[in-house]
């Protein structure tokens, strides 16, 4: 159980392949979700605060009432903020899994274009089947065999 802990925690370690590439990818998904939630979370929370308002002035209630709806008010933002929270983490998870797709076969790519720069005519790229660019790399492997050939 050991080693295959370690071996999730080494995974898990080398998951930004290119750290540069996709931190700036999760940012800007996860900035872009923060400003679409933060927009829609001011709309919700300014049209509910107004009907409370007019709800507690229009009608005449006790204070107890009166405080226990504004304590419903707040729990309401709460839940609203912490589900906007979680949506935000949620899409930067989302977002590390998708450059991770695609930063691990641009960096094998970019090591085999190395590598026929070096001379290495042998060179292939051989992704993961999972990983993006399946049909860059086809049609490389593709060249690189015409190019053997001649």
């Known amino acids: 159980m050991d080693d295959q802990q370690s071996r999730n925690r080494r995974q898990f370690k080398n998951y930004l392949i290119h ?70 983490v949620v899409i930067s998870i989302i977002g590390l899994m998708i450059s991770h797709k695609t930063a691990g076969a641009l960096y094998h790519m970019h090591n085999v274009f190395k590598r026929v720069l070096g001379g290495d005519r042998n060179a292939r790229v051989h992704l993961r ?5 399946q049909e860059v790399a ?7 065999d015409s190019l053997t050939k001649k």
């Open 19 to 88: 750290p540069k590439y996709q931190i700036k990818y999760v940012l800007w998904l996860a900035g872009s979700a923060l400003l679409l939630t933060v927009v829609n979370c001011l709309i919700a929370f300014f049209f509910i605060r107004e009907n409370y308002q007019s709800i507690i002035e229009l009608v005449p209630l006790v204070p107890e009432v009166r405080a226990q709806l504004y304590m419903e008010l707040r729990t309401i933002i709460f839940w609203l903020a912490f589900a906007s929270t979680t949506f935000v």
């Open 129 to 133: 089947t999972y990983d993006d660019f």
């Open 138 to 144: 086809a049609s490389f492997n593709q060249m690189m």
